[in-house]
């Protein structure tokens, strides 16, 4: 179980979107300290955040099943989000951010993969990463780098290693 040493997102992929959720914090980190089956601890995280938060009826599978995707995520179950490359740019937004996000485009255009790719510019948000100096990039829930900017080789051989992670 890793809720105590994985950063807690504020936000969750649901759709195409991701979405800030109030609440879910402390509703996931329940249903993990009480070790809950599944399908009850999706009953209870999207209660949990429904209460919170405007969730529109139409929505309520898919919100559903991103739960469920975090949930396993969070309990170190792989395969919820298999085969989906997840970036965080962590930083101002300033340039470097900027040219590290261009590089991040260019190795990924150049191994043919799609990711999930997210700048965050919030300082919360980021301490939240357990990162101190930016820009930083997290590849995957680890951290990749942290106060420096990263040669375009370097940010390569980290999406290229990710790409066989995800294809074996």
Request: proline residues 5%; hydrophobic residues 40%.
């Amino acid at each position: 179980m890793q809720n105590q040493d994985t950063p807690a997102p504020r936000t969750i992929r649901i759709g195409a979107a991701n979405i800030g959720l109030i609440g879910l914090d402390q509703a996931m980190n329940k249903a993990l300290s009480e070790q809950m089956p599944e399908e009850a601890a999706v009953d209870f995280l999207f209660a949990a955040v429904a209460r919170k938060n405007y969730v529109p009826i139409s929505a309520e599978p898919i919100y559903r099943e991103a739960l469920l995707g975090e949930y396993r995520r969070r309990q170190g179950i792989q395969g919820a989000e298999s085969g989906i490359l997840t970036i965080r740019v962590l930083g101002s937004g300033c340039v470097t951010c900027n040219k590290l996000s261009a590089m991040l485009f260019e190795a990924l255009q150049k191994f043919g993969l799609a990711a999930d790719m997210e700048s965050v510019h919030d300082l919360d948000e980021i301490w939240r990463f357990g990162v101190t100096k930016t820009p930083a990039l997290i590849i995957n829930g680890t951290v990749k780098c942290a106060g420096r900017m990263p040669s375009p080789a370097e940010v390569e051989e980290w999406v290229g290693e990710e790409k066989e992670k995800l294809t074996a």
